[in-house]
């Protein structure tokens, strides 16, 4: 059983930063295809970054191209999203997501919440 936990997440001001942890169990991060996505209040969960395979490209949610960056870390098993410049529009929970021979699984969330 594949199980992901995140943490990072916490209260930061406008045009801060933050970096978030998923550590994964139960799985090996560069076998299986791993993102990022969020939930504001009253909003869909959205897509927020993801990698399709380990060293392969990442593909970003157009509000956050070019402030947000996607890694893994193959050794520690665990993935991150390192976030600048962030904006209150960023404010939402983050989950950590894997999928698995087509199963999704997905972590508790973390909250991130950025004040103006």
């Known amino acids: 059983q594949v199980q992901l936990v995140e943490s990072g997440g916490g209260l930061v001001q406008v045009g801060g930063s933050l970096r978030l942890s998923c550590a994964v169990s139960g799985g090996t991060v560069s076998m299986f295809p791993m993102g990022w996505f969020r939930q504001a209040p009253g909003k869909e969960r959205e897509l927020v970054a993801k990698s399709i395979w380990s060293g392969g490209p990442t593909s970003y949610a157009d509000s956050v191209k070019g402030r947000f960056t996607f890694s893994r870390d193959n050794a520690k098993n665990t993935v991150y999203l390192q976030m600048n410049s962030l904006k209150p529009e960023d404010t939402a929970v983050y989950y950590c997501?894997?999928?698995?021979?087509?199963?999704?699984?997905w972590g508790q969330g973390t909250q991130v919440t950025v004040s103006s």
């Open positions: 997501n894997a999928r698995v021979r087509s199963t999704d699984y």
